[in-house]
């Protein structure tokens, strides 16, 4: 699995790199961590090169590779990853006072979560370690969101986590054939019955059968968004997981309105999963 690490010498650099070190640590390929300066200067690439090995120093692995790129953060993130074919790319948030830059920001990040080549893990604040996850799955097609972590991005599961896999059912988006009695149903009640969220249910925990991985199904009702930033802040979550979804042109990944808002309103560390090639 290869990982490109974002840095800066921002504070919120300790939050990256601490979290990035749990993460190497579990994984075989050497990672590679760049840093990009806004223009060819030598005192900010001799301060990049210093940031960069105090990096390399906190992430614990000697053979990690460094790279310093000049110009607009977005595209060379956009581009390193392209080129180096990683898997994913790990990159944090500056919190910003002022309302434009926090717009400004906002759009870097997405940017960035759209058009990367790969899954992306934004981090805020740092978990002390990734034990509990929320995975949002909505379950349609073959390669549903649960399927592509799984498939793509399991070395970040030690193998003691909590995964509670939330379905949400709205009575918005139900469709004719749903039940009024499975639109208040709890997961193991769907599962009972044979139902449509039911079968995705027992999918899903089929998926994560491995040895100390907890699959925990779980159902929520009402409007989408809404609740899953509840349970995202009421579980007490480190790590929420939500997709990105093909536009059918190259490089352009969609997040729709329900990835905009976690991302947005949930303060901790977000993976955005889609689809490689």
Known sequence: MKILIVIDEAVEANNILGLSAQIVQRISDPPTILTVIPESN???SS???DILARAVDIIGVRDAKTLIRVGEPFENIVEEATIGNFDLVILGEKPQRKLLSRLIFDSTVIKVAESAPCSVL???KRPKTIHRILLCDSGAGSSSLLSRFVIQLSDLLEGEEDVTVLHVMSQMSAGPGVLGSQLRADAQELVEEHSPEGEILER?????DKPGIHPIPKIRHGLVVDEIIAEARNGDYDLVVVGAHSLGIPQSYLLDNIAHQIIKRINRPILIVRSKG
């Open 204 to 208: 899903d925990i089929h998926l994560l």
């Open 47 to 49: 301060r990049a090169k």
């Open 42 to 44: 030598e005192s900010l």
């Open 122 to 124: 934004i981090i805020r």
